[in-house]
C-alpha cells in the first residue's frame, strides 16, 4: 500500500493500483448517520474536472481542501469513483481557496464577508497572520479583540490538527487508526510516534509491530535500536496469547524476532530490561506477561482448594431420590456434584448433558443448597435459562463489573452468595475470566464446570477446561452415550461422523427426524455465493424459519472471496437492502455484532443484536441485555453479523446453520471447526461449497495446544 509520497494525480496502473488525488470538497452528497462515510464530489486541482469519492471522508466539509489516496472502482450503479483509504487535509494558499476556506463555517465567526475582507487585508499570508500576529486581525473591520482571538484560536487548532494527520497519513495510516491515536495521545500524538512508536503499539488497538516499525524508520529508529527489540518482544507477547498461550517460551520469541528482522542477540536483554520494568514475568525459560502470569497462579491456587470433598453430603447424596430415566452414569455425575468441591462434565450432543445439569440443579434444591447458573455468552446464559427454567447470567454479569473502578465488584473480599456454581459451555473459559470466576467462588462453596471438549478452544489465552482435566485433580464425568432420540437427528449424527474423521451424512429422502442436514455442492467463490444466497431465499418456505433471525451463516475466516467481510455486504444487499445507503454501511435493521468485551455497556465478545436506527451520529443496538447507543467513536466495535466467523460463534445456538467452507480456507480447516459449527444448529444445517473442503475439515485434526503450566500448577500442589 502506498504511504501517500505518490506524485500529485499520478494516473492508476491498473484497477488494483494506488492513486492520489488533490482537490476540493465541492459537495457532500451523502453521509452515513454515524457520520463517518460519505460520498463526496471534489474538483481536482490538477485537471479542469470534478470527481466522486467515497470511504471514510465524513470528517471533510464542503469548501475543504484535501489530498486523497486510494482505487478507482467502477460501481454498477454509480459509476468510476475514487474508493479512499486514507486522506490528509490541506490548508489552501491562494487567495481564492482562503476565502472559501475561512467563509465555509470551519472558523467560527467567520462567514463569507469577513473571510473576504480578511484575504483582502492579508493576501497569501492570511493564515500565517491569523496564527502568528492575532492582534492585526483587529485591522479588518467587524472584527473586535474576543472575535480576533476566537478567529486565531480555531485556525490555530485547524493548522495543528492538518500537520497531525498530515504526518499520520504520511505513514500509511488510514482515517480510523489516526483518530484511534489522537484520540489516546491528543497534542502529543505525532511527539509520542516520534519517541517510541513500539510503545504506542502496545497501548493503542490495531497499531501491530509492522507499522510501529514503519513509523519507527521513518522517525530515524535503527534496526538494533533497544526500543525497536522490546517492541518486538511485547508485541510477539501479544501475539501468543491472541493465539491462545498463556506463555511464550524464550526459543519461540527468538525465532519470532527472526523474521520480524530483529537480531537475536538483543532479544535476551530486551527480555530482561522489560522484566526490570515489570512488564514482563519470566520462570525458566517461559515469558508471561504480568497479568496472565498472577491469572495462571492464582486459578490453580483455587482449583486445588475446591478441589476436596464435601464432609456430610455423602448420606443425602445417596438416600436422595433420583429421577428413573437416569442412566448410571448420569446418576454418578449427580451425587458426584453433590459429594465434590469441583467437578467437570463433559460429552458430545445428543448424550444427555442438559437432562443430567437439571438433575444436579434439582439434587442441590432438594438439599436447600443455593444455586447459581452462568455461562460466558449471553446467548449461551439465555439458553441455559430456557432449558432449565431458572436464571442463568453472564459471568461478567454474575461477578457485577464496575466501570468506577475497571474490575469486578464480586471477588474474594466480596464473593457470591451461593453453594453451587454451575458453568455451561465451560470449553469458552479462557484464564483471565475463569480467574475472576474463581476469585468470587467461597470457600463452603462448589463448582461444576460443564462443556464439550472437542469444540473450538476459547478464543482468549488458556484452555482452562482441558487443563484441569488434565491436570487429574477433578473429577470427570464423560457422557459417551448417544440417547435414541437423538440418534435420529442428521445434525447431532453428523457432528459425530465428524468426530471419527467422517464427512457427515446427509439428511436421506423421506427421513423424518429432528434435524436436518444438507450439502450444496459448489466450488468456485462466485458460485459458493450464487448457492448461499440461493439457500436463504429456500429456507422460510421449505422451513418457516426467518432468513435474518433464525439463520446464521458461518464461514471460517474473515477475508477472501467468500470469508465473512465480503459474505456480510453481500447478504446485507440481501436480506436489509437500502437504496440510499452503500453496502457495508450500518442501518437500521442490519445483525451486528460486537468485536471486544465493553464492560461499561455490559455487552461482549461475540454478542448479537439489531440496529434499532441511526440518528445525529449515534447508532442504537438492540441485544438481549438491552439497547446500546454507539457514538462514532464507538462504533468500530460492531460489524455486521449476517456471516460470521465459527470462532465467534462459540456458546450461541441457531435454528439454523448455514456453514461455507471453500478450498481457500484450507489453513484454518479442522475437526473442531467443522464439529462446533455444525452442533450450533437446533433443526437445520446446510453445508454450502466444496466437498473436498468439508472432507479435509473432517479429517484434519488440529491439536491446538496451548503454552500454559495451569495444569502442572494445580496437580503439583
Not at 385 to 406: C, D, K, M, V
Amino acid at each position: 500500500m502506498s504511504t501517500g509520497a505518490l506524485p500529485l494525480d499520478e494516473p492508476a496502473r491498473g484497477p488494483d493500483a494506488d492513486v492520489v488525488v488533490q482537490g476540493t470538497v465541492v459537495e457532500r452528497r451523502w453521509a452515513s448517520p454515524d457520520g463517518r462515510f460519505a460520498v463526496l464530489r471534489v474538483e481536482r486541482e490538477a485537471a479542469d474536472e470534478a470527481i466522486v469519492v467515497v470511504g471514510d471522508v465524513g470528517g471533510l466539509g464542503e469548501n475543504e481542501h484535501a489530498r486523497f489516496r486510494g482505487r478507482w472502482e467502477d460501481h454498477p450503479k454509480y459509476g468510476r469513483r475514487l474508493r479512499v483509504e486514507g486522506w490528509t487535509p490541506i490548508l489552501p494558499t491562494t487567495r481564492a481557496g482562503l476565502a472559501r476556506f475561512l467563509g465555509s463555517g470551519v472558523v467560527p465567526g467567520v462567514g463569507r464577508a469577513i473571510a473576504q475582507r480578511l484575504v483582502a487585508a492579508f493576501g497569501e499570508r492570511t493564515l500565517d497572520v491569523i496564527s502568528e500576529q492575532s492582534a492585526r486581525l483587529r485591522e479588518v473591520p467587524g472584527i473586535g479583540r474576543k472575535r480576533a482571538e476566537a478567529i486565531a484560536a480555531a485556525v490555530r487548532a485547524r493548522r495543528a490538527d492538518a500537520e497531525q494527520l498530515t504526518f499520520l497519513h504520511s505513514l500509511g495510516l488510514g482515517p480510523a487508526l489516526s483518530r484511534k491515536l489522537r484520540a489516546k495521545y491528543g497534542e502529543r500524538t505525532v511527539e509520542v510516534l516520534r519517541e517510541d512508536p513500539y510503545l504506542a503499539a502496545e497501548e493503542v488497538s490495531g497499531i501491530g509491530f509492522r507499522t510501529a516499525d514503519q513509523i519507527g524508520h521513518a522517525a530515524g529508529i535503527a534496526d538494533d535500536d533497544p526500543r525497536r527489540a522490546a517492541g518486538a518482544v511485547l508485541h510477539l507477547i501479544g501475539k501468543a496469547a491472541d493465539d491462545g498461550h498463556v506463555y511464550a517460551p524464550l526459543a519461540t520469541l527468538v525465532r519470532g524476532a527472526r523474521a520480524l528482522n530483529v537480531p537475536e542477540a538483543l532479544i535476551e536483554p530486551a527480555v530482561e530490561a522489560l522484566t526490570a520494568r515489570q512488564m514482563l514475568v519470566v520462570e525458566e525459560d517461559r515469558v508471561y506477561a504480568p497479568p496472565l502470569h498472577r491469572a495462571e497462579v492464582r486459578a490453580a491456587e483455587r482449583f486445588v482448594a475446591l478441589a476436596r470433598p464435601r464432609p456430610g453430603r455423602e448420606a443425602a447424596a445417596r438416600a436422595l431420590a433420583l429421577p428413573e430415566e437416569l442412566t448410571d452414569l448420569q446418576r454418578d455425575a449427580v451425587r458426584t456434584a453433590l459429594t465434590s468441591g469441583l467437578m467437570v462434565l463433559t460429552g458430545g450432543p445428543g448424550t444427555g448433558k442438559t437432562t443430567t445439569v437439571e438433575a444436579i440443579v434439582a439434587a442441590h434444591e432438594a438439599l436447600e443448597l443455593r444455586v447459581t447458573l452462568a455461562a460466558p455468552t449471553g446467548r449461551a446464559a439465555k439458553r441455559m435459562s430456557e432449558a432449565s427454567g431458572r436464571e442463568a447470567r453472564t459471568i461478567h454479569r454474575l461477578l457485577e463489573w464496575a466501570p468506577q473502578s475497571g474490575s469486578f465488584a464480586r471477588d474474594a473480599n466480596s464473593p457470591l452468595e451461593t453453594d453451587l456454581v454451575l458453568v455451561d459451555e465451560a470449553s469458552m473459559l479462557d484464564l483471565p475470566l475463569a480467574r475472576a470466576l474463581l476469585d468470587a467462588i467461597p470457600p463452603s462453596a462448589s463448582l461444576v464446570l460443564v462443556g464439550d471438549v472437542d469444540q473450538l478452544p476459547p478464543v482468549g489465552a488458556g484452555q482452562v477446561l482441558r487443563e484441569l482435566i488434565r491436570s487429574e485433580r477433578a473429577p470427570v464425568v464423560r457422557l459417551d452415550r448417544v440417547f435414541r432420540q437423538a440418534q435420529q437427528s442428521a445434525i447431532i449424527r453428523g457432528a459425530h461422523d465428524v468426530l471419527t474423521g467422517r464427512a457427515p451424512r446427509p439428511t436421506t429422502r423421506g427421513e423424518k427426524g429432528d434435524g436436518d442436514l444438507f450439502v450444496v455442492r459448489a466450488h468456485e467463490p462466485a458460485a459458493i455465493v450464487e448457492r448461499l444466497v440461493a439457500t436463504l431465499r429456500r429456507i422460510p418456505e421449505a422451513y418457516g424459519l426467518d432468513a435474518r433471525r433464525d439463520v446464521q451463516v458461518l464461514v471460517p475466516m474473515r477475508r477472501g472471496p467468500v470469508g465473512t467481510e465480503r459474505l456480510n455486504e453481500v447478504l446485507q444487499e440481501h436480506l436489509n437492502p437500502r437504496r440510499d445507503a452503500p453496502p457495508g454501511v450500518l442501518r437500521a435493521g442490519d445483525k451486528v455484532m460486537q468485536l471486544k468485551n465493553d464492560y461499561e455497556r455490559e455487552v461482549f465478545n461475540g454478542d448479537i443484536g439489531w440496529v434499532r436506527r441511526v440518528e445525529d451520529g449515534v447508532t442504537y443496538v438492540e441485544f438481549d441485555s438491552g439497547v446500546r447507543s454507539y457514538d462514532a467513536d464507538a462504533v468500530d466495535a460492531l460489524a455486521l453479523a449476517y456471516a460470521s466467523t465459527i470462532h465467534k460463534a462459540q456458546g450461541s445456538e441457531f435454528p439454523g446453520v448455514i456453514v461455507v467452507l471453500s478450498a481457500g480456507h484450507h489453513v484454518l480447516l479442522s475437526r473442531a471447526l467443522l464439529y462446533t459449527a455444525i452442533t450450533r444448529a437446533k433443526k437445520l444445517v446446510v453445508l454450502v461449497g466444496e466437498p473436498r473442503a468439508i472432507e479435509r475439515a473432517a479429517a484434519t485434526v488440529r491439536e491446538r495446544d496451548s503454552y500454559s503450566r495451569l495444569a502442572e500448577r494445580i496437580g503439583a500442589s
